[in-house]
């Protein structure tokens, strides 16, 4: 089974059974120790994109929104045995074209990736995806708060939803994370490692 580990603020790295090292916004906490096969960049603000210090392989692949938006379409990419198709995410603080979350199907889970966002337009189409796992910001300063990501959880409808981004210059914050609300809710502190 594919192994998550949070490591703060909105990075984590999912590492498959077949042994694909994925970084997902690299910028916070520690467990940047196993090499990449693949970095996924939700955008460019600094506290997402610290690509610097993930050691990669030699084939290495790294998705920014600049690979994963192209005139206004959404990518899809097959990285080793990792599915990957980018989604809107936006908000006052995420312009649209600059920003996406992602889709990403390992070993049999769909995992949604929402990057900084707040509700979008196609989050009401994930539902039909049955997704497995969802992680959503929760901030409230530059992403929706608690109360519109718990509704946006209840839209999305995956099994399990792990609430990520939870304070500005903060790696962990219990109080917000036990705020959000969702079926199947899942809070892990930074350093925390779950099975999927």
């Not at 990075?11 to 990449?36: C, E, H, L």
């Not at 994109?49 to 084939?59: E, Q």
């Given at each position: 089974?594919?192994?998550?580990?949070?490591?703060?603020h909105?990075?984590?790295?999912i590492?498959?059974n077949?042994?694909t090292v994925?970084?997902?916004?690299?910028?916070?906490?520690k467990?940047?120790?196993?090499?990449a096969?693949?970095i996924?960049?939700?955008?460019e603000?600094?506290?997402?994109?610290?690509?610097?210090i993930?050691t990669?392989?030699?084939d290495?692949t790294i998705?920014?929104t600049?690979?994963?938006?192209?005139?206004?379409?959404?990518?899809?990419?097959?990285i080793?045995?990792?599915e990957?198709?980018?989604v809107?995410?936006?908000?006052k603080?995420?312009?649209k074209?600059d920003?996406v979350?992602y889709?990403?199907?390992?070993?049999?889970?769909?995992?949604?990736?929402a990057g900084?966002?707040?509700?979008?337009?196609?989050?009401?189409?994930l539902?039909c995806?049955?997704?497995?796992?969802?992680?959503?910001?929760?901030?409230?300063?530059?992403?929706?708060?608690p109360?519109?990501a718990?509704?946006c959880?209840?839209?999305?409808?995956?099994k399990?939803?792990?609430?990520?981004?939870m304070?500005?210059?903060k790696?962990?914050?219990k109080?917000?994370?036990?705020?959000?609300?969702?079926?199947?809710?899942?809070?892990?502190?930074?350093e925390d490692?779950i099975e999927?």
């Amino acid at each position: 089974m594919a192994q998550l580990l949070y490591q703060g603020h909105g990075s984590y790295r999912i590492v498959s059974n077949n042994g694909t090292v994925i970084y997902i916004d690299p910028f916070a906490g520690k467990g940047y120790d196993q090499m990449a096969d693949l970095i996924l960049v939700t955008h460019e603000h600094h506290d997402h994109n610290k690509i610097s210090i993930v050691t990669k392989k030699t084939d290495c692949t790294i998705i920014s929104t600049a690979d994963a938006l192209k005139n206004g379409d959404y990518v899809s990419f097959n990285i080793k045995d990792i599915e990957i198709k980018a989604v809107e995410a936006y908000n006052k603080f995420h312009n649209k074209k600059d920003c996406v979350g992602y889709l990403l199907t390992i070993d049999n889970l769909k995992l949604y990736a929402a990057g900084d966002t707040s509700e979008t337009e196609q989050m009401k189409n994930l539902k039909c995806l049955k997704l497995d796992w969802a992680l959503l910001p929760i901030d409230g300063v530059f992403n929706m708060g608690p109360a519109e990501a718990s509704n946006c959880a209840t839209l999305i409808g995956a099994k399990h939803t792990i609430p990520i981004h939870m304070k500005p210059g903060k790696l962990f914050d219990k109080e917000k994370a036990e705020s959000f609300h969702a079926t199947g809710r899942v809070i892990l502190k930074p350093e925390d490692s779950i099975e999927l």
